[in-house]
């Protein structure tokens, strides 16, 4: 069980719009911790897509977008690409733990 | 180009041990700390290990406090983790990734390696 919470799987048509939430509590973001979020390809390198709640490295297409809410962040996903079908990862930092922390992640499947 | 490439793993017995290795490179590897983040089969990423920059401070998940210990060569930008007393729950592809952001608490990873497999069976 995940200290960060997201939903298994969320799927969409091309050109559709998909959000993923990360819900957390009063140890992690709650606790002020910042969430970032990760797309990860089975057996490649995972890749950062936002860092500090809605920043985007360079190179990140801006159709990923980062957004919180109280213990909640959520990112974003506009006009869903075949390329975007990956997994999906939320992680911040958990005082309780005193350790870094991952949602179970998300899959996304382009339908 | 940043590059992180790991090596070291493969199959080893129930209560072996391993030494992981990550050479880094395309960055300044003594201003930055370094983490091991790894995938069990079928599950998701799991945060297993951090160290600060000048090796001075290091952090574990409950799951490997105790048998396993991070370490780094600033001299050869090299990062290691001896992984002890490997259990079949260990099993997993490990990554190492290159930390950013301040403070401590809001790290995150913004470079990746390939990874490497650690199979611990009989």
């Known amino acids: 069980q995940s200290v960060l919470t997201q939903p298994p799987s969320v799927s969409g048509a091309p050109g559709q719009n998909v959000t993923i939430s990360c819900t957390g509590n009063?140890?992690?973001?709650?606790?002020?911790?910042?969430v970032h979020w990760y797309q990860h390809l089975p057996g490649t390198a995972p890749k950062l897509l936002i860092f500090g709640y809605t920043n985007r490295p360079s190179g990140v297409p801006d159709r990923f977008s980062g957004s919180k809410s109280g213990t909640s962040a959520s990112l974003a996903i506009t006009g869903l690409q075949a390329e975007d079908e990956a997994d999906y990862y939320c992680?911040?930092?958990?005082?309780?733990?005193?350790?870094?922390?991952f949602g179970g992640g998300t899959k996304v499947t382009v339908l | 180009e940043v590059q992180l490439v790991e090596s070291g793993g493969g199959l080893v017995q129930p209560g072996g041990s391993l030494r992981l290795s990550c050479a880094a490179s395309?960055?300044?590897?003594?201003?930055?700390?370094m983490t091991w983040v790894r995938q069990a089969p079928g599950k998701g990423l799991e945060w297993v290990s951090t160290?600060?920059?000048?090796?001075?401070?290091?952090f574990y998940a409950d799951s490997v406090k105790g048998r396993f210990t991070i370490s780094r060569d600033n001299s050869k930008n090299m990062l290691y983790l001896q992984t002890d007393s490997l259990r079949a729950e260990d099993t997993a592809v490990y990554y190492c990734?290159?930390?950013?952001?301040?403070?401590?608490?809001?790290?995150?990873?913004?470079?990746w390696g390939q990874g490497t497999l650690v199979t611990v069976s009989s």
């Open positions: 160290i600060h920059n000048g090796g001075g401070g290091s």
């Open positions: 992680q911040s930092y958990d005082s309780g733990l005193s350790g870094w922390v």
């Open positions: 990734a290159k930390n950013y952001g301040m403070p401590t608490s809001n790290y995150y990873f913004d470079y």
């Open positions: 009063s140890s992690n973001i709650g606790a002020g911790s910042a």
């Open positions: 395309g960055f300044t590897f003594s201003s930055y700390a």
